[in-house]
């Protein structure tokens, strides 16, 4: 049985991550492979600056660490950010997925050129930011946002019939005047929307969280890794540094 880890990029209980364990529903998987979803000890509230940016990624770093250590097959990161992707690609083995990377890498198969649809204004330049870093910034059709403010541990949940009819008005201009084939959904905290989208849209709509489930479960079933030549280890390793920052920072509000 292949084991994936799950890391979400804040600090939930088990009712905040049993809204982000619901993306396991809307795809399906062969038997012989589980997912397990946890929380960082402390993190970022939104991840809109890059303030929040630095803080998420040594908090899904440190949360990841030992992912190998335990068992765990493969781990995948549960925001578009991709944080802590790359740092815990430089010390696992295992596969480390992103679904920022995987949702650009993706839409690329299915199209030539992609918009994303996010929910907030204060997400709009990590999309930019990402689509420059991977290289596939002049195939981003374009960045459109719905602007309502984000619940990172409720989702979309009692907001459906207001929220899901602006994401598709959204979507559709960034069809229509911005020359979009593939919409991608901005956030793993939207993808209760991606049926309404789907069948509303006449265009592939990706759904980034489970993109990188099935994702794992194929990179597993291949028997792939990322490569050490792109991701090289640490020549000094500093675990345990990066362990008591985390301890130290789970004690602390502000």
Known sequence: ????????????????????????????????IEFDFCGVKAGPALLDCYHDYALAEIALFEAGLGAQEDGYDAVCIDTMSDSGMNSLRSVLDIPVIGPGRASFMMALMLGNRFSVVTQWDGWIPLYKKSSVEYGVANMLASVRSINVMPDVENLLGGKEEVVFPKLVDCATRCIEEDGAEVILLGSTTMHQAHGHMAENLPVPVINPGPLTYKLAECVLGLGLSHSRKAYPSPTVPKSAMVRAMMAGAAGVDD
């Open 1 to 32: 049985m292949a084991r994936v880890l799950v890391i979400v990029p804040f600090a939930f209980d088990e009712k905040g991550l049993k809204n982000r364990r619901a993306q396991l529903d809307s795809v399906a998987f062969g038997p012989d």
